[in-house]
């Protein structure tokens, strides 16, 4: 079913853990912007996107959560995807 992708994922930016790095908004331009020295989604609900995947796993503090809009998994960051995580 095809119908309404739009609203697949929700976004949620950590404010408390950004940094400010710029990484998210480097590889999702359209997805987050910088304000304040913080980032935050430009929309908190979105169609997929893979982009925006790319950019919580690459969030060096994984101040980023992708989740699944109707049942809440946690779709990144995926701990064993990309790098290795900070700990
Ligand atoms: S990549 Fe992470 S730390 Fe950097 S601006 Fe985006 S959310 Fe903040």
């Known amino acids: ?6 609203r697949d ?16 908004t480097a590889l999702a331009a359209a ?12 929309d908190a609900l979105i169609g997929e996107d893979d982009a ?3 950019a919580s796993e690459s969030c060096p503090v994984e101040a980023i959560t992708v989740r699944d809009a109707s049942t809440g998994e946690l779709l990144a960051p995926v701990e064993g995807e990309g790098r290795p995580l900070p700990r």
């Open 31 to 42: 997805r987050f912007r910088i304000s304040g020295n913080r980032s935050q989604p430009v």
């Open 1 to 6: 079913m095809a119908a309404d992708n739009n």
């Open 9 to 24: 994922w929700r976004v949620d930016v950590d404010a408390d853990r950004c940094i400010g790095a710029g990484m998210c």
């Open 52 to 54: 925006v995947l790319d």
